[in-house]
């Protein structure tokens, strides 16, 4: 059946790499229990990484950041979103310090896609 008049606008993706499994359920969860963020947001797997919008990167694994710079190559209009147990330093990325709490997430992915948003809405 075909639906027409019906504007199909496609979620923006989220991923991550290098992050402890409780993290990764954190991400999950806060973005399955705020309708907000699950109209706009998908979360997808790793491998998946060339067709997403915001990547959050363990910022204190070697191997984390050099999978990002390797992804960052191939997805120029990708925003990453560090993750660290350090002291936030300035720049242009976003900086998580660890703990991090559902509501910060949210805020968090929503401020990365305003300030980006001619990166977002180039790829895919």
């Known amino acids: 059946?075909?639906?027409?008049?019906?504007?199909?606008?496609?979620?923006?993706?989220?991923?991550?790499?290098?992050?402890?499994?409780?993290?990764?359920?954190?991400?999950?969860?806060?973005?399955?229990?705020?309708?907000?963020?699950?109209?706009?947001?998908?979360?997808?797997?790793?491998y998946q990484a060339a067709m997403c919008?915001?990547?959050?990167?363990?910022?204190?694994?070697?191997?984390?950041?050099?999978?990002?710079?390797?992804?960052?190559?191939?997805n120029l209009s990708a925003v990453p979103m560090f993750v660290t147990n350090s002291k936030q330093t300035p720049g242009d990325s976003a900086y998580c310090k660890r703990p991090f709490s559902p509501s910060f997430l949210q805020a968090a992915f929503q401020d990365l896609v305003s300030n980006n948003r001619p990166h977002a809405q180039q790829s895919c």
Not at 53 to 74: C, F, G, P, Y
């Open 1 to 46: 059946m075909l639906n027409f008049g019906k504007k199909r606008t496609e979620k923006l993706g989220i991923t991550y790499f290098g992050l402890l499994a409780h993290e990764i359920a954190v991400i999950k969860s806060t973005m399955e229990s705020t309708p907000d963020l699950a109209a706009k947001f998908e979360l997808r797997e790793p």
């Open 53 to 74: 919008h915001i990547v959050v990167v363990n910022q204190d694994s070697e191997l984390a950041t050099s999978w990002w710079k390797h992804v960052k190559k191939r």
